[in-house]
């Protein structure tokens, strides 16, 4: 069974920061690229970052070029979003999961039950 845990959401004034984690099931995790998606109230989901399977490699949405960083433990199937510089904008739940590469970012299906984080200005 396919399993992502996503934690580290909360409250935070602008300008702060957040680290968020995903802990995977191994089927989940092993041998895939990783991403982060959001979705605000009333909005899309759209993605925010990705990270090969390596590692080497990683993409992010232009809007958090410079502030937020993806990473990843295979060893512990864990993947992590370290969010500085947070904007009120920033506000939405954050889910991540498996993607087909970080070129097409394209989600393979599962999705956890997400992580709040809201941005006060």
């Known amino acids: 069974q396919v399993q992502l845990v996503e934690s580290g959401g909360g409250l935070v004034q602008a300008g702060g920061s957040l680290r968020l984690s995903c802990a995977a099931s191994a089927r989940a995790f092993s041998s895939s690229a990783m991403g982060w998606f959001r979705q605000a109230p009333g909005k899309e989901r759209e993605f925010v970052a990705a990270?090969?399977?390596?590692?080497?490699?990683?993409a992010l949405l232009d809007s958090v070029k410079g502030r937020f960083t993806i990473s990843r433990d295979n060893a512990k199937n864990t993947v992590y979003l370290q969010m500085n510089s947070l904007k009120p904008e920033d506000t939405a739940v954050y889910y991540c999961?498996?993607?087909?590469?970080?070129?097409?970012?394209?989600?393979?299906?599962?999705w956890g039950q997400g992580t709040q984080v809201t941005v006060s200005s």
């Open positions: 990270i090969s399977w390596i590692g080497s490699s990683t």
């Open positions: 999961t498996a993607v087909k590469s970080i070129a097409t970012r394209i989600p393979l299906g599962s």
